[in-house]
Nanobody, 123 residues
Framework: QVQLAESGGGSVQAGGSLRLSCAAS????????MGWFRQAPGEERVFVAH????????YYSDSVKGRFTISKDNTKNTVYLQMNSLKPEDTAVYYC????????????????WGQGTQVTVSS
């Protein structure tokens, strides 16, 4: 199995930046595509960004495109989410997920999840 642990969340003013990290333990980390999802209070968990297992392809939701950047360091078994120009609407618990294969970026397609890290953006 793969264990995931997010870190780097916190509170920031609108327009600020945060860098989230997701550290993986277990075997075959570089065989998985990695995604970031978020869940705001009273809302369902939704897709934010995804990076392929080799790091060659990235995908973003329309709401974060141009502001967030996902990256991956296989030597450190870690995936990152750089969040710039943060808005109050970005406030949520952010989750890291791992999956094999290709397809839609749906919660049900990811095999492993971290515990989440809180991001709060104030106006």
């Amino acid at each position: 199995q793969v264990q995931l642990a997010e870190s780097g969340g916190g509170s920031v003013q609108a327009g600020g930046s945060l860098r989230l990290s997701c550290a993986a333990s277990g075997r075959a980390f570089n065989n998985y595509g990695m995604g970031w999802f978020r869940q705001a209070p009273g809302e369902e968990r939704v897709f934010v960004a995804h990076i392929s297992s080799g790091g060659g392809s990235t995908y973003y939701s329309d709401s974060v495109k141009g502001r967030f950047t996902i990256s991956k360091d296989n030597t450190k078994n870690t995936v990152y989410l750089q969040m710039n120009s943060l808005k109050p609407e970005d406030t949520a618990v952010y989750y890291c997920g791992a999956r094999r294969g290709l397809g839609p970026f749906l919660v049900t397609h990811y095999d492993y999840w971290g515990q989440g890290t809180q991001v709060t953006v104030s106006s």
